[in-house]
C-alpha cells in the first residue's frame, strides 16, 4: 500500500556515502517534502529528517536530507555498520487524507 | 523526555476484537494528535488513524473504515486503538506516534505492540 515509492535495497561500504531516494507525485513529496525515518530490526522507526529537511535533536550530521522535484533523497555519509537499517520516507496526502510511507529501503553496509 | 508505552502482546481468535493503549509521558498529551501505525512481519508501514486527544476528533484510513476506533482517556493520558472482527492478515506490530506541532511530523514512537490472530 506504499504512496510512495523508493528502492527495495541499497548496498554500500564502510564509510562510503549512500543516497536513498523516494518518489511521489506533485501533490505529496512535490508541495511538502518527505519526512526519513529510520528502523532497525525489532525497533520501532525513529524519526531522522522532518520534511523540512531539518533533523530532530540528536540526529547526526551524518544524515542528510533534501528535495528535488517530486524525488526526496536522505543522504548518508561516513557509512557506519550500525547505519544498517530499512529506511522510509513518510508525507501526508492531503487528497486522502491519510499518512502515506515509502515501501522501505533496506540498507547494507558491506 | 517524551515517550509512549505501549500495552503487551496480545493473541487474538478471528472475529475478536483488540485493543492497544499507548500512554503517554513528558508532554501535554492534550497537545498532540495521536497516530496509529502497524506493520505486519517483513512488511512495510501502514498508517491507521489518528485522533486528536483534546477533542476527540479522529480520521481513519479508509481501509479500516468501521473496523478500528481511535480513542483516549485524558486523565491518564492514554489513546487507545480498538480494531475489531480481526483475521489472520491482522497480525501484526501496532505503533502509536505522536505528531509533532511545528512540523507536522511522526516524530516520537511507542515501543510497538505484536497482536496475533490465529484460530
Known amino acids: 500500500q506504499a504512496g510512495l515509492t523508493q528502492p527495495p535495497s541499497v548496498s554500500k561500504g564502510l564509510r562510503q556515502t549512500a543516497t536513498l531516494t523516494c518518489t511521489g507525485n506533485?501533490?505529496?513529496?512535490?508541495?511538502?517534502?518527505a519526512a526519513w525515518l529510520q528502523q532497525h530490526q525489532g525497533h520501532p522507526p525513529k524519526l531522522l529528517s522532518y520534511r523540512n529537511n531539518n533533523r530532530p535533536s540528536g540526529i547526526s550530521e551524518r544524515f542528510s536530507a533534501s528535495r528535488s522535484g517530486n524525488t526526496a533523497s536522505l543522504t548518508i555519509t561516513g557509512l557506519q555498520p550500525e547505519d544498517e537499517a530499512d529506511y522510509y520516507c513518510s508525507a501526508w496526502d492531503s487528497s486522502l487524507s491519510a499518512w502515506v510511507f515509502g515501501g522501505g529501503t533496506k540498507l547494507t553496509v558491506l | 523526555q517524551v515517550q509512549l508505552v505501549q500495552s503487551g502482546a496480545e493473541v487474538k481468535k478471528p472475529g475478536a476484537s483488540v485493543k492497544v493503549s499507548c500512554k503517554a509521558s513528558g508532554y501535554t498529551f492534550t497537545s498532540y494528535d495521536i497516530n496509529w501505525v502497524r506493520q505486519a512481519t517483513g512488511q512495510g508501514l501502514e498508517w491507521m488513524g489518528w485522533m486528536n486527544p483534546n477533542s476527540g476528533n479522529t480520521g481513519y484510513a479508509q481501509k479500516f473504515q468501521g473496523r478500528v476506533t481511535i480513542t483516549r482517556n485524558t486523565s491518564i493520558s492514554t489513546a487507545y486503538m480498538e480494531l475489531s472482527s480481526l483475521r489472520s492478515e491482522d497480525t501484526a506490530v501496532y505503533y502509536c506516534?505522536?505528531?509533532?506541532?511545528?512540523?507536522?511530523?511522526?516524530?516520537?514512537w511507542g515501543q510497538g505492540t505484536l497482536v496475533t490472530v490465529s484460530s
Open positions: 506533485s501533490n505529496i513529496v512535490g508541495n511538502q517534502g
Open positions: 506516534a505522536r505528531r509533532g506541532l511545528l512540523t507536522g511530523d511522526l516524530d516520537y
